[in-house]
Nanobody, 123 residues
Framework: QVQLVESGGGLVQAGGSLRLSCAAS????????MGWFRQAPGKEREFVAA????????YYADSVRGRFTISRDNAKNTVYLQMNSLKPEDTVVYYC????????????????WGQGTQVTVSS
């Protein structure tokens, strides 16, 4: 069992930056691929970024590529999402996900999910 807790969300002006963190507890963190998703009210969950267990491979949605960076620190059992050049349309709840397969993370079928953290970007 893996527990995921997101933090770092908040209110920021357009063009600003935020860094989200997802702390994992439970089974061996370094064996899991991790990812970030986001979901607006009434809309389907959207893939944002994913990272392999080693950190050697990263994947991004076209909508965030070049603005967001996913990284992980296996010693701290934490995955990060650095978000730069934020836009009002980035205003949603962001969720952390974990799975043994990076393919499952990218597909949105990860086994473990956090509770989410709200990001609000004002124009």
């Amino acid at each position: 069992q893996v527990q995921l807790v997101e933090s770092g969300g908040g209110l920021v002006q357009a063009g600003g930056s935020l860094r989200l963190s997802c702390a994992a507890s439970g089974r061996t963190f370094s064996s899991y691929a991790m990812g970030w998703f986001r979901q607006a009210p009434g809309k389907e969950r959207e893939f944002v970024a994913a990272i392999s267990w080693s950190g050697g491979n990263t994947y991004y949605a076209d909508s965030v590529r070049g603005r967001f960076t996913i990284s992980r620190d296996n010693a701290k059992n934490t995955v990060y999402l650095q978000m730069n050049s934020l836009k009002p349309e980035d205003t949603v709840v962001y969720y952390c996900a974990a799975d043994g397969s990076v393919g499952s993370v990218v597909a949105g079928t990860a086994e473990y999910w956090g509770q989410g953290t709200q990001v609000t970007v004002s124009s």
